[in-house]
Protein backbone atom coordinates (compact mmCIF):
# COMPACT_ATOMS: atom_id res chain seq x y z
CA UNK A 1 0.00 0.00 0.00
CA UNK A 2 1.40 3.61 -0.75
CA UNK A 3 1.06 6.22 1.40
CA UNK A 4 0.02 9.78 -0.19
CA UNK A 5 2.39 12.81 1.09
CA UNK A 6 1.39 14.31 4.12
CA UNK A 7 0.38 17.81 4.17
CA UNK A 8 2.42 20.87 5.02
CA UNK A 9 1.15 24.43 5.39
CA UNK A 10 0.38 25.83 2.09
CA UNK A 11 -1.11 22.53 -0.05
CA UNK A 12 -3.89 22.58 -2.00
CA UNK A 13 -7.16 20.57 -0.34
CA UNK A 14 -10.33 20.47 -2.29
CA UNK A 15 -14.16 20.22 -0.96
CA UNK A 16 -15.75 17.99 -3.80
CA UNK A 17 -19.82 16.95 -3.17
CA UNK A 18 -20.54 12.95 -4.58
CA UNK A 19 -23.58 12.80 -2.79
CA UNK A 20 -26.18 14.21 -1.34
CA UNK A 21 -26.37 18.42 -1.93
CA UNK A 22 -24.76 20.93 0.39
CA UNK A 23 -25.20 24.84 1.03
CA UNK A 24 -22.20 27.89 1.29
CA UNK A 25 -23.69 28.03 4.95
CA UNK A 26 -22.85 24.28 5.71
CA UNK A 27 -19.56 24.47 4.25
CA UNK A 28 -18.29 27.93 5.50
CA UNK A 29 -16.96 26.81 9.04
CA UNK A 30 -15.02 24.21 7.63
CA UNK A 31 -12.99 26.39 4.72
CA UNK A 32 -12.55 28.16 7.90
CA UNK A 33 -10.81 25.83 9.56
CA UNK A 34 -8.96 24.43 7.27
CA UNK A 35 -7.80 27.78 5.96
CA UNK A 36 -6.20 28.19 9.82
CA UNK A 37 -4.29 25.14 9.23
CA UNK A 38 -2.72 26.72 6.61
CA UNK A 39 -4.41 24.68 3.65
CA UNK A 40 -5.54 26.49 0.27
CA UNK A 41 -8.79 25.18 -0.27
CA UNK A 42 -10.35 24.93 -3.69
CA UNK A 43 -13.96 24.21 -3.90
CA UNK A 44 -15.18 22.03 -6.65
CA UNK A 45 -17.07 23.95 -9.77
CA UNK A 46 -20.38 22.53 -9.46
CA UNK A 47 -20.07 22.05 -5.27
CA UNK A 48 -23.22 23.62 -4.67
CA UNK A 49 -25.39 22.29 -7.85
CA UNK A 50 -28.66 20.52 -6.42
CA UNK A 51 -30.67 17.76 -8.29
CA UNK A 52 -32.93 16.43 -6.51
CA UNK A 53 -31.32 15.30 -3.30
CA UNK A 54 -28.02 15.14 -5.22
CA UNK A 55 -25.24 17.95 -5.29
CA UNK A 56 -26.11 17.99 -9.23
CA UNK A 57 -25.83 15.56 -12.18
CA UNK A 58 -24.01 12.48 -11.74
CA UNK A 59 -22.40 14.11 -14.40
CA UNK A 60 -21.64 17.08 -13.06
CA UNK A 61 -20.36 15.58 -9.58
CA UNK A 62 -17.94 13.28 -11.40
CA UNK A 63 -16.15 15.79 -13.37
CA UNK A 64 -15.65 17.46 -10.02
CA UNK A 65 -13.86 14.51 -8.78
CA UNK A 66 -12.01 13.60 -11.36
CA UNK A 67 -10.82 16.65 -11.76
CA UNK A 68 -9.14 17.23 -8.84
CA UNK A 69 -7.90 13.59 -8.73
CA UNK A 70 -5.73 14.40 -12.00
CA UNK A 71 -4.92 17.78 -10.33
CA UNK A 72 -1.47 17.17 -9.03
CA UNK A 73 -1.69 20.13 -7.30
CA UNK A 74 -4.32 19.14 -5.04
CA UNK A 75 -2.79 17.23 -2.33
CA UNK A 76 -5.82 16.01 -0.23
CA UNK A 77 -9.80 15.79 -1.45
CA UNK A 78 -11.92 16.40 1.88
CA UNK A 79 -15.97 15.14 0.65
CA UNK A 80 -18.59 17.73 1.68
CA UNK A 81 -21.07 14.94 2.94
CA UNK A 82 -22.33 11.45 2.71
CA UNK A 83 -26.04 10.28 2.07
CA UNK A 84 -26.26 8.51 -0.82
CA UNK A 85 -25.20 8.84 -4.70
CA UNK A 86 -21.62 8.06 -4.48
CA UNK A 87 -21.84 4.77 -6.16
CA UNK A 88 -23.69 6.34 -9.19
CA UNK A 89 -20.53 7.61 -10.56
CA UNK A 90 -17.53 5.36 -9.45
CA UNK A 91 -18.11 3.87 -12.89
CA UNK A 92 -17.73 7.61 -14.48
CA UNK A 93 -14.05 7.62 -13.32
CA UNK A 94 -10.78 7.58 -14.32
CA UNK A 95 -8.50 6.30 -11.27
CA UNK A 96 -5.03 6.42 -13.63
CA UNK A 97 -4.10 9.75 -12.93
CA UNK A 98 -4.88 9.35 -9.17
CA UNK A 99 -2.96 5.92 -8.74
CA UNK A 100 0.02 7.03 -10.58
CA UNK A 101 0.15 10.72 -7.88
CA UNK A 102 -1.84 9.36 -4.99
CA UNK A 103 -3.62 12.25 -2.75
CA UNK A 104 -5.47 11.62 0.30
CA UNK A 105 -9.44 10.69 -0.02
CA UNK A 106 -11.03 11.82 3.22
CA UNK A 107 -14.57 10.80 3.89
CA UNK A 108 -17.32 8.15 5.59
CA UNK A 109 -20.51 6.26 5.14
CA UNK A 110 -21.37 6.66 1.74
CA UNK A 111 -16.94 7.31 0.60
CA UNK A 112 -16.56 3.61 1.98
CA UNK A 113 -17.44 3.22 -2.34
CA UNK A 114 -14.39 4.91 -2.89
CA UNK A 115 -12.51 3.60 -0.13
CA UNK A 116 -13.07 0.31 -0.93
CA UNK A 117 -12.40 1.07 -4.57
CA UNK A 118 -9.21 2.77 -4.41
CA UNK A 119 -7.78 0.40 -1.49
CA UNK A 120 -8.70 -2.48 -4.06
CA UNK A 121 -7.82 -1.17 -7.63
CA UNK A 122 -4.74 1.87 -6.47
CA UNK A 123 -3.20 0.22 -3.70
CA UNK A 124 -3.43 3.32 -1.82
CA UNK A 125 -4.18 4.39 1.76
CA UNK A 126 -7.32 6.34 2.84
CA UNK A 127 -8.73 8.70 5.35
CA UNK A 128 -12.05 7.14 6.97
CA UNK A 129 -13.15 10.78 9.00
CA UNK A 130 -15.39 13.62 9.41
CA UNK A 131 -16.16 15.33 6.10
CA UNK A 132 -16.69 18.94 5.85
CA UNK A 133 -20.35 19.28 6.92
CA UNK A 134 -19.10 17.63 10.23
CA UNK A 135 -16.78 20.18 11.03
CA UNK A 136 -18.41 22.44 12.96
CA UNK A 137 -20.00 20.04 15.50
CA UNK A 138 -16.97 17.68 16.13
CA UNK A 139 -13.98 19.32 17.27
CA UNK A 140 -12.33 16.05 18.64
CA UNK A 141 -12.77 13.97 15.04
CA UNK A 142 -11.19 17.66 13.05
CA UNK A 143 -8.25 17.61 15.55
CA UNK A 144 -8.02 14.16 15.22
CA UNK A 145 -7.89 14.51 11.18
CA UNK A 146 -5.52 17.20 11.06
CA UNK A 147 -3.00 15.05 13.19
CA UNK A 148 -3.70 12.64 10.48
CA UNK A 149 -3.47 14.38 7.27
CA UNK A 150 0.03 16.26 8.34
CA UNK A 151 1.95 12.82 9.47
CA UNK A 152 1.02 12.20 13.21
CA UNK A 153 -0.93 9.09 13.31
CA UNK A 154 -3.19 8.29 16.40
CA UNK A 155 -2.81 5.56 18.44
CA UNK A 156 -5.92 4.44 20.17
CA UNK A 157 -7.02 2.66 23.87
CA UNK A 158 -10.46 1.69 24.17
CA UNK A 159 -12.24 0.74 27.63
CA UNK A 160 -13.52 -2.89 28.39
CA UNK A 161 -16.71 -4.03 26.36
CA UNK A 162 -18.12 -7.09 27.36
CA UNK A 163 -18.70 -8.33 23.81
CA UNK A 164 -14.96 -7.79 22.84
CA UNK A 165 -13.11 -11.16 22.05
CA UNK A 166 -10.11 -11.44 23.79
CA UNK A 167 -6.35 -11.69 21.00
CA UNK A 168 -3.91 -10.26 19.62
CA UNK A 169 -3.74 -9.77 15.39
CA UNK A 170 -1.80 -6.98 12.90
CA UNK A 171 -3.25 -6.49 9.70
CA UNK A 172 -4.38 -3.80 7.38
CA UNK A 173 -7.28 -1.92 7.79
CA UNK A 174 -10.01 -2.30 5.86
CA UNK A 175 -14.22 -1.25 5.48
CA UNK A 176 -16.35 1.36 6.48
CA UNK A 177 -19.64 1.68 6.29
CA UNK A 178 -21.47 -1.93 6.51
CA UNK A 179 -24.66 -0.90 4.82
CA UNK A 180 -22.25 0.20 1.51
CA UNK A 181 -20.12 -2.96 2.03
CA UNK A 182 -23.17 -5.01 1.70
CA UNK A 183 -24.03 -3.17 -1.30
CA UNK A 184 -20.85 -3.49 -3.13
CA UNK A 185 -20.83 -7.67 -2.84
CA UNK A 186 -20.93 -8.68 -6.46
CA UNK A 187 -19.25 -5.46 -7.91
CA UNK A 188 -15.33 -4.52 -9.27
CA UNK A 189 -15.34 -2.19 -6.03
CA UNK A 190 -16.12 -5.11 -3.32
CA UNK A 191 -13.93 -5.13 -0.17
CA UNK A 192 -11.00 -7.41 -0.53
CA UNK A 193 -10.88 -8.68 3.59
CA UNK A 194 -8.81 -11.72 3.50
CA UNK A 195 -6.03 -11.72 5.68
CA UNK A 196 -6.63 -7.96 7.29
CA UNK A 197 -8.55 -6.26 9.88
CA UNK A 198 -12.25 -5.22 9.18
CA UNK A 199 -13.40 -2.16 10.44
CA UNK A 200 -17.70 -1.46 9.95
CA UNK A 201 -20.27 1.18 11.37
CA UNK A 202 -23.51 1.88 10.55
CA UNK A 203 -26.53 4.18 11.24
CA UNK A 204 -30.44 4.22 11.03
CA UNK A 205 -31.05 0.63 10.27
CA UNK A 206 -33.20 -2.05 11.39
CA UNK A 207 -31.41 -4.91 13.67
CA UNK A 208 -33.17 -7.82 11.58
CA UNK A 209 -31.18 -6.31 8.50
CA UNK A 210 -27.89 -6.03 10.88
CA UNK A 211 -28.49 -9.84 10.84
CA UNK A 212 -29.16 -10.61 6.64
CA UNK A 213 -25.84 -8.16 6.11
CA UNK A 214 -23.46 -9.78 8.52
CA UNK A 215 -25.21 -13.06 7.24
CA UNK A 216 -24.36 -12.18 4.24
CA UNK A 217 -20.74 -11.24 4.39
CA UNK A 218 -20.52 -14.53 6.35
CA UNK A 219 -21.83 -16.64 3.72
CA UNK A 220 -19.43 -15.03 1.15
CA UNK A 221 -16.54 -15.59 2.92
CA UNK A 222 -15.91 -11.94 3.57
CA UNK A 223 -15.54 -12.93 7.50
CA UNK A 224 -13.98 -16.34 7.33
CA UNK A 225 -10.24 -15.23 6.81
CA UNK A 226 -9.87 -11.84 8.70
CA UNK A 227 -7.07 -11.01 11.23
CA UNK A 228 -9.64 -9.50 13.36
CA UNK A 229 -12.66 -7.11 13.75
CA UNK A 230 -13.18 -3.60 14.74
CA UNK A 231 -16.30 -2.15 15.49
CA UNK A 232 -17.28 1.40 15.23
CA UNK A 233 -20.86 3.27 16.28
CA UNK A 234 -23.96 1.07 15.45
CA UNK A 235 -25.71 4.08 15.72
CA UNK A 236 -29.84 4.80 16.16
CA UNK A 237 -30.88 1.53 15.19
CA UNK A 238 -34.83 0.57 14.52
CA UNK A 239 -36.88 -2.34 16.04
CA UNK A 240 -39.86 -3.68 14.53
CA UNK A 241 -42.91 -4.26 16.78
CA UNK A 242 -41.73 -7.52 17.70
CA UNK A 243 -38.38 -7.32 19.09
CA UNK A 244 -35.43 -8.75 16.99
CA UNK A 245 -34.24 -10.05 20.66
CA UNK A 246 -30.48 -8.43 20.17
CA UNK A 247 -28.47 -5.35 19.68
CA UNK A 248 -26.35 -4.75 16.80
CA UNK A 249 -23.37 -5.51 18.53
CA UNK A 250 -24.89 -8.73 20.15
CA UNK A 251 -26.10 -9.93 16.30
CA UNK A 252 -22.62 -9.68 15.08
CA UNK A 253 -21.14 -11.26 18.14
CA UNK A 254 -23.40 -14.17 17.37
CA UNK A 255 -22.60 -14.00 13.50
CA UNK A 256 -18.92 -14.17 14.46
CA UNK A 257 -19.36 -17.04 16.90
CA UNK A 258 -17.37 -19.38 13.97
CA UNK A 259 -14.95 -17.54 14.11
CA UNK A 260 -11.45 -17.09 16.86
CA UNK A 261 -9.67 -13.75 15.54
CA UNK A 262 -9.79 -10.65 18.26
CA UNK A 263 -13.29 -8.37 18.02
CA UNK A 264 -13.67 -5.27 19.98
CA UNK A 265 -16.46 -2.94 19.92
CA UNK A 266 -16.68 0.85 20.36
CA UNK A 267 -14.09 2.29 18.29
CA UNK A 268 -14.64 6.33 17.69
CA UNK A 269 -15.39 5.61 14.03
CA UNK A 270 -18.95 6.20 12.09
CA UNK A 271 -21.69 8.29 12.80
CA UNK A 272 -20.45 9.48 16.32
CA UNK A 273 -20.18 12.50 18.35
CA UNK A 274 -16.65 11.96 18.15
CA UNK A 275 -15.52 10.29 14.62
CA UNK A 276 -11.77 9.52 14.89
CA UNK A 277 -9.80 9.08 11.77
CA UNK A 278 -9.06 5.90 10.46
CA UNK A 279 -6.15 5.17 7.97
CA UNK A 280 -7.96 2.48 5.68
CA UNK A 281 -5.05 0.77 3.77
CA UNK A 282 -2.43 1.23 6.95
CA UNK A 283 -1.33 -2.04 8.91
CA UNK A 284 -2.45 -1.87 12.89
CA UNK A 285 -1.76 -3.81 15.82
CA UNK A 286 -4.74 -4.58 17.04
CA UNK A 287 -4.50 -6.36 21.30
CA UNK A 288 -7.56 -6.66 22.86
CA UNK A 289 -7.38 -8.15 26.77
CA UNK A 290 -10.03 -7.99 29.45
CA UNK A 291 -8.43 -4.61 30.62
CA UNK A 292 -9.30 -2.69 27.17
CA UNK A 293 -8.30 -2.88 23.29
CA UNK A 294 -5.08 -0.89 22.33
CA UNK A 295 -4.91 -0.37 18.44
CA UNK A 296 -1.76 1.22 16.91
CA UNK A 297 -0.46 1.89 13.37
CA UNK A 298 2.86 -0.62 12.62
Not at 175 to 204: C, R, V
Amino acid sequence: MRTPDYLKEGDRIAIVATARKVTKQEMQPCIYILESWGLEVVLATNLYDTKDQFAGTDQGRSADLQAMLDDKQIKAILFARGGYGTVRIVDLLDFKGFCEHPKWLIGYSDITVLHSHVNKHCKVETVHGVMAINFVKDNHGVAGLKQTLFGEPLGFELQVNKLNRAGQSQGRVVGGNLSLLYSLKGSISDAETAGKILFIEDLDEYLYHIDRMMTNLKRSGMLANLKGLIVGGMTDMNDNEIPFGKSAEEIIMDVLGAFDYPVCFGFPAGHVKRNMPLILGREVQLNVTSSGTSINYH
